[in-house]
C-alpha cells in the first residue's frame, strides 16, 4: 500500500512538471535563406526589410515618395560579401513585402541613425535580380521562404 501511494505520488508530480508552460507563446514570422551571389562595390551590407503590403516599389525612386511611411521591420544587418545568411523576422499576422536590399551606408550606422533612416530610400540598392516578395502571415504561424539568389 505504501508502495503504491509513493508511486501515485511521483506519476502525479511527474506529470504536472512536464506540462508545457503556459507563459511561451508560438510565434508567427517568415523565414528562410538569402544567397549572394555577387555583391557591388559600393554596398556596405544588406538587410532583409519589411514593408507593409501597399508599397509601390515602382516608385521607390520618385522624388516625395517617402518609403518610411510602409516601413514595418527589418532583420539583422548582413555584412558585404556574406555568400548566403539565413535570416527569420517575427511578425504579427498579416500581408507585408518581403524584400533584400543593398545598403550604401554601414548597416549599424544607418539603422541607428534616425536622421538617416527617415531618407532610407537615398541609401537603398535593390538587387538587379530580385523582386519583393508579397508573404501571407497567419496568426502562429512561421512563412518559409524558399531560397532567394541575389545579385548586386
Not at 45 to 71: C, H, N, Q, T
Not at 110 to 124: C, D, G, H, P, S
Amino acid at each position: 500500500m505504501r508502495f503504491a501511494l509513493t508511486f501515485i505520488t511521483i506519476s502525479l508530480i511527474s506529470m504536472t512538471a512536464c506540462e508545457t508552460p503556459e507563459s511561451l507563446e508560438a510565434v508567427a514570422g517568415v523565414e528562410g535563406r538569402v544567397i549572394f551571389e555577387s555583391w557591388s562595390d559600393s554596398l556596405e551590407g544588406a538587410v532583409m526589410v519589411v514593408f507593409d503590403k501597399s508599397l509601390e516599389f515602382d516608385r521607390i525612386d520618385e522624388p516625395g515618395y517617402k518609403v518610411i511611411d510602409y516601413f514595418i521591420t527589418y532583420s539583422d544587418p548582413i555584412n558585404s560579401g556574406a555568400s548566403s545568411v539565413d535570416y527569420f523576422i517575427q511578425l504579427e499576422a498579416g500581408e507585408y513585402q518581403l524584400m533584400v536590399i543593398g545598403l550604401l551606408l554601414d548597416p549599424a550606422q544607418l539603422l541607428a541613425n534616425e536622421e538617416l533612416f527617415q531618407e532610407i530610400q537615398n541609401y537603398i540598392v535593390v538587387p538587379e535580380n530580385s523582386a519583393p516578395r508579397g508573404i501571407v502571415i497567419r496568426e502562429k504561424q512561421i512563412n518559409e521562404q524558399t531560397d532567394w539568389y541575389v545579385h548586386f
